[in-house]
Every structure is written in structure tokens, then in C-alpha cells.
């Protein structure tokens, strides 16, 4: 292997153990900025050190334990710690001569996961529902500031501040790293689950870069979907998301075909969906029903995927009873961006000129002017009502919109194909 390529490959391990060495070492220093630090510098040590003595077993083991090490030392040189940190630091201290990996598992909590305690600290009650997802889009799924500032519709400069205010606010708020219980775990749930499925939204559809699909950020949302289900059994949302991604994940496989290009929905091969999140999302989201969740919003929105997903061929799809689930989607969270997909679906029910009429009047709202998907969708309906000239114009000004390399290459695809 060359040097070039081992250091590659250290970069690769690092960006899948980012997260939970954030999540670990954040419980530990009580200090996101300073987890990061501490993650970066177990970079720069693996840079150093694997070249010469070879990739660890474990890596993400040695990470950790080069990151705690470096943790004691921080704690050793800061004068103003309180007892709790000395604590810390014994505790550490007494670790020293165990293995990385004991030392790994020594700081799981009760629930076995660091990154749901992250997750659950930053929706603190302490921060805006808007700096709790930036937060946790930064820390848990590794975002940088422009993808969150797509994700959000916002600008960098706003996310940026956003983050660095929200970090400010958890440490001056002096908070332990750890999944609350009772009351305070259920105050916390609805930004916990929008968090979670953004995530799994910027690997459904990545906002910028080359890659059209991110399928490590949808399977990081589907684990901890997952494990939040198994923690609030009795949640009919927790299961409504989790339905909601499972189907929407069974078909990430079928979205790109050979050169990485998208392939719409009504187009795709559902001999590729995979049937085991199917059964998996369908069982989810019949449990969310039976928990009096029908009508929640993920839970309707899992319900939207579900009919896509019991439809054998694409004709079969009952759009009918999706622009009517839109209906209700709308009534209880109203947007934009459920506007748009209502109009979508009710072009597919009712005609193209119907869609037409609906994506107007959002486009004179305004609220989603340089948003990509608006003029695709418009251009898709322009398209199927014979309009190709208006069509393309739309293609074209969508694929300036996009900032995804592969979905700019599909845009201007459909506008060439426009004539």
C-alpha cells in the first residue's frame, strides 16, 4: 500500500469513527468544542503512527484510547477543575493499563449507544429547535456547514453562527453527555426524531458534492431509529419514522442506475427494492397504527411511502390516496416543501395542469425561490402536458439551483431531452 493510499484509508476510518468519538469523549470533557480537539488530535496521532507500525485491529478502539489519553492530560493542565473532573480523571487514571477496547466499552451508558446521549444533549431545552439539528447534523452525521445550510434552506453564515452559539450554550449550561429519563426524554423526542431524519435525508438525497446518495448517513438514521424504538416501545412516532425510513431505504439501490444519474420513482426497477425493509417498514409502521399514530406526521408520511412500496408496478401506484394523505400531511404541518410533494402527487392523480396550478401559487410565495426541486418538479409537469419549450427552461434553471453534481447531470438531461 502506498503512502497515499494509506493515508487515505486512516482519513476513511476517522470519518466512520468521527461521531462516536465526539459522543464519547463529550460525555467525558462535558465540551463539544473541545471533543472535537481531542478527536482530531487521535487523527493526526493515527497519521503519524500507522504508517510505521500498521493499521490496528481495531482502529476505532485505538482512536478512542489515543483521544482519552489526550483527555487526561487537558484535565491535568486545567486549574479551574471542579471535583467532578478529578473524578474523571482516576477513573482514567485506573484505565490506563486496560485494553482499548475495555477502555472503549468503559464509557458506554445504561442504553449502549453514545451517540443517542449526544443526540439527546443536543436537543437540550436550552437550545432552538433550529440549533438542535444544525448541532447534531454537525456532530452525528458529519455535515459540513454548507450541506446543513441546504438542508435548512439557510444561508452558511447563519449555520455557522448557529453551531457556534449552540456549543457555547450546552457548555456554559454545564450539562452531563446522557439520555434523560421520564418526562425530560419525551420533551425531547419530537426534536430528537426531526434530527434523525434529516440525517437520513442528507443521505437519501445529498444536497452538494458528487454523490446523488450517502447510504452511511440513511443506515446511521435507520440504527438509531432502531435503537430509539427499542428505548420508547410505546411511542407511535418513534415507529413512524422508523417505518417512514425503512421504506424509503429500500429503495436506494434502485434510485441510480450504471454512470450514478438518477432514476425517478415510476421508472425504477422494483425488482431491486429490498424486500426485507419493506417488511421491516411495513411491520414498523402497522405498529405506530396500532399505537393510535395514523394520523401523526411521520406515521402519515410512512404511509405515503407505503403505498409506493405494495405497489408491484409503478401503474399500480394509488395516487389517489396519496394526494389525499397529502391532504392531510398539509393540514397538520403545513410547508412549502409538503405544498410542493402535494402538488407532485395530486399531478399524478389528476393531470399535469392540475400540479401546474398548485406549484404556482408556491413559486409566488416564494419561500422556496433558488430550492432545485420546485422548477424540477415544474419542468416534469410542463413536460408531461406537451409544453416541452417551457419544460426545458425550467430543467435548466433547476439544474443552476442544484448544488449535487449527479442531479445537475440529470437536470440538464431532462432539459436536452426536451428538444
Not at 73 to 95: C, F, G, P, S, T
Not at 249 to 275: F, H, K, V, Y
Amino acid at each position: 500500500m502506498t503512502a497515499a493510499d494509506l493515508h487515505q484509508t486512516i482519513e476513511t476510518v476517522f470519518r466512520i469513527e468521527r461521531a462516536r468519538l465526539v459522543a464519547g469523549l463529550a460525555r467525558l470533557v462535558r465540551d463539544v468544542d473541545l471533543a472535537e480537539e481531542l478527536a482530531q488530535d487521535a487523527l493526526v496521532a493515527a497519521l503519524a503512527k500507522w504508517p510505521k507500525t500498521g493499521t490496528p485491529n481495531k482502529p476505532g478502539a485505538w482512536l478512542m484510547a489515543t483521544a482519552k489519553r489526550r483527555a487526561i492530560d487537558w484535565l491535568r493542565r486545567d486549574k479551574m477543575l471542579r471535583r467532578k473532573h478529578a473524578e474523571i480523571v482516576q477513573e482514567l487514571e485506573n484505565e490506563r493499563d486496560t485494553s482499548a477496547e475495555e477502555v472503549e466499552a468503559a464509557i458506554d451508558d445504561d442504553i449502549g449507544d453514545q451517540l443517542l446521549s449526544l443526540i439527546f444533549t443536543a436537543c437540550h431545552p436550552v437550545l432552538s429547535r433550529e440549533a438542535r439539528a444544525a448541532l447534531t447534523l454537525r456532530l452525528i452525521g458529519g455535515l459540513t456547514t454548507e450541506e446543513i445550510a441546504r438542508a435548512f434552506l439557510s444561508s452558511e453564515a447563519t449555520i455557522s453562527q448557529r453551531i457556534f452559539r449552540a456549543k457555547r450554550t450546552l457548555g456554559n449550561a454545564d450539562l452531563t453527555f446522557e439520555v434523560p429519563r421520564g418526562r425530560a426524554r419525551e420533551e425531547r423526542l419530537a426534536s430528537v426524531l426531526e434530527v434523525i431524519y434529516l440525517i437520513f435525508n442528507e443521505g437519501y438525497a445529498a444536497t452538494a458534492g458528487e454523490d446523488l446518495v450517502r447510504p452511511a448517513l440513511c443506515a446511521e438514521a435507520q440504527r438509531l431509529g432502531r435503537i430509539l424504538a427499542g428505548l420508547m416501545p410505546e411511542e407511535p412516532e418513534v415507529f413512524g419514522l422508523l417505518a417512514l425510513m425503512e421504506l424509503q431505504a429500500s429503495r436506494l439501490t434502485a434510485r441510480l442506475g450504471p454512470e450514478g444519474l438518477i432514476i425517478p420513482l415510476p421508472e425504477q426497477n422494483r425488482a431491486r427494492w429490498d424486500q426485507l425493509l419493506i417488511r421491516r417498514g411495513l411491520a414498523a409502521l402497522e405498529r405506530a397504527e396500532v399505537l393510535a399514530g395514523a394520523t401523526a406526521p411521520y406515521t402519515l408520511q410512512a404511509g405515503l411511502a407505503a403505498c409506493h412500496a405494495r405497489a408491484r408496478k409503478a401503474e399500480d401506484t394509488d395516487w389517489q390516496r396519496i394526494a389525499a394523505l397529502y391532504d392531510r400531511l398539509m393540514e397538520i404541518t403545513p410547508s412549502p416543501v409538503v405544498g410542493l410533494n402535494r402538488a407532485v402527487a395530486y399531478s399524478m392523480a389528476f393531470g399535469p395542469e392540475t400540479g401546474l396550478k398548485l406549484i404556482n401559487a408556491i413559486a409566488q410565495a416564494g419561500a422556496l425561490r433558488t430550492y432545485a426541486p420546485l422548477p424540477a418538479a415544474k419542468g416534469d409537469f410542463l413536460f408531461r402536458a406537451g409544453r416541452l419549450a417551457e419544460a426545458r427552461i425550467e430543467f435548466e434553471r433547476a439544474a443552476r439551483f442544484s448544488r449535487n453534481e449527479r442531479e445537475k447531470a440529470f437536470l440538464l438531461g431532462r432539459a436536452a431531452a426536451c428538444g
